[in-house]
Nanobody
Framework: QVQLVESGGGLVQAGGSLRLSCAAS????????MAWYRQPPGGQRDLVAA???????NYADSVKGRFTISRDNGNNTVYLQMNSLKPEDTAVYYC?????????????WGQGTQVTVSS
């Protein structure tokens, strides 16, 4: 099992920056992909950015050029650097890890961290 703990959320003005961190523990050796999702008030949880073990990344169109996902394998931590924040980025941000044991794939979620962008 993988445990995830997020940190770094908060309140920021439009145009500002925040960096989210997600520390993984437990069965980290079997993680193949880590990602950030977000869920705005009354909305659904959508992918923001993902990174594989090989370093490949993908982003939601709405954050391309503004957000950067990265990972520190030595510390089992993934980051989301968010620049040029907009009010529509306001959401609860969740860290996600996908790991595989044999043929079985598991999904783990963090508890979420609130990001609020004021106009």
């Amino acid at each position: 099992q993988v445990q995830l703990v997020e940190s770094g959320g908060g309140l920021v003005q439009a145009g500002g920056s925040l960096r989210l961190s997600c520390a993984a523990s437990g069965r980290v050796f079997s993680i193949s992909r880590m990602a950030w999702y977000r869920q705005p008030p009354g909305g659904q949880r959508d992918l923001v950015a993902a990174i594989t073990n090989g370093g490949s990344t993908n982003y939601a169109d709405s954050v391309k050029g503004r957000f950067t996902i990265s990972r520190d394998n030595g510390n089992n931590t993934v980051y989301l650097q968010m620049n040029s924040l907009k009010p529509e980025d306001t959401a609860v941000y969740y860290c996600h890890a996908r790991d595989r044991v044999g043929l079985v794939e598991y999904n783990s979620w963090g508890q979420g961290t609130q990001v609020t962008v004021s106009s």
